[in-house]
């Protein structure tokens, strides 16, 4: 059962926004999937994958690659193939035995949204997408703190992600059930209760994938968003590789005002590799 909108055969093409094009296009000739519901689920799969395998290449390589591996913040712990894997495998077990069959439950229970002829201009995209951020940063940061607070709700739900002392890129996915599909409904409803354009929707999606992945890369490459966004207002690698080391600090999944607010902010230790 597809769950497609509504709409004109026609699309606007008139409205003068610059992403307007992509959105006609996308309405012409890609309908069923933009109106699948399941296709936030393969943005977010998709962009995992793809997002963590030149890391994960980086890792394998390790000094071999000097250039890069003098950023590895705990170079005497590096992730093993059978690591990788496990992490990987998890992923894809969650995804296809819990997160795909809850969409299709949803399917018949939440109407299908109406995609909207015009498209966002830039200037919705960056302010709702930075919304979303901001809100899912506010969520995490509090359930974060609740479930390292209390020792059972650590210990069921949340202690698998800490499974390892040092993140690496496919770690990321390395939740329990519960913790998936409690980010899972957020990532999905936070755009609705801000009303955001679905174009806006999916790129902040694919764009808080690369934020979620780049903050378990185990590197502190110079070129990363917690270096170019300036005055320290995102985390990045160094602030969550923090946290795996100390797990009561550093609690925010991207930027660093809460942790600065209520004093768990927590700098980087940079260790050297042992010989």
């Not at 055969?9 to 992403?19: A, D, E, F, I, N």
């Not at 990532?187 to 801000?194: A, E, G």
């Not at 890369?217 to 300036?230: E, F, R």
């Amino acid at each position: 059962m597809l769950n497609i909108s509504e709409l004109p055969l026609q699309p606007s093409g008139s409205s003068g926004r610059l992403l307007q094009p992509l959105w006609d296009h996308l309405l012409s000739h890609h309908l069923p999937l933009i109106s699948s519901p399941f296709l936030p689920v393969l943005l977010a799969f998709s962009s995992y994958f793809f997002f963590s395998v030149p890391f994960a290449a980086l890792d394998l390589l390790g000094e071999r690659v000097p250039s890069f591996y003098k950023y590895k913040i705990q170079p005497d712990r590096r992730p093993t193939v059978g690591m990788m894997a496990k992490c990987f495998i998890r992923a894809m077990y969650n995804h296809m035995f819990f997160v795909l069959p809850a969409v299709i439950i949803a399917m018949f229970i939440l109407p299908a949204p109406r995609l909207p002829q015009d498209a966002p201009t830039l200037y919705e995209v960056i302010i709702d997408g930075l919304a979303i951020l901001l809100l899912f940063d506010t969520q995490y940061y509090v359930w974060h703190f609740i479930h390292h607070k209390h020792s059972r709700l650590y210990r069921w739900i949340h202690a698998i992600h800490h499974e390892y002392m040092a993140p690496f890129s496919w770690s990321t996915e390395q939740l329990s059930i519960p913790e998936l599909m409690t980010v899972g409904l957020w990532s999905n409803q936070d755009p609705v209760l801000l009303k955001c354009h679905p174009l806006t929707t999916w790129l902040t999606t694919v764009f808080s994938i690369w934020m979620s992945v780049e903050d378990h890369i185990g590197y502190d490459l110079p070129w990363t968003l917690n270096h170019l966004v300036p005055f320290g207002l995102l985390g990045g690698a160094p602030a969550h590789d923090m946290h795996h080391q100390q797990p009561s600090s550093n609690y925010a999944p991207f930027f660093s005002h809460w942790d600065r607010i209520f004093g768990t902010a927590v700098p980087q230790q940079k260790k050297t590799l042992k010989r």
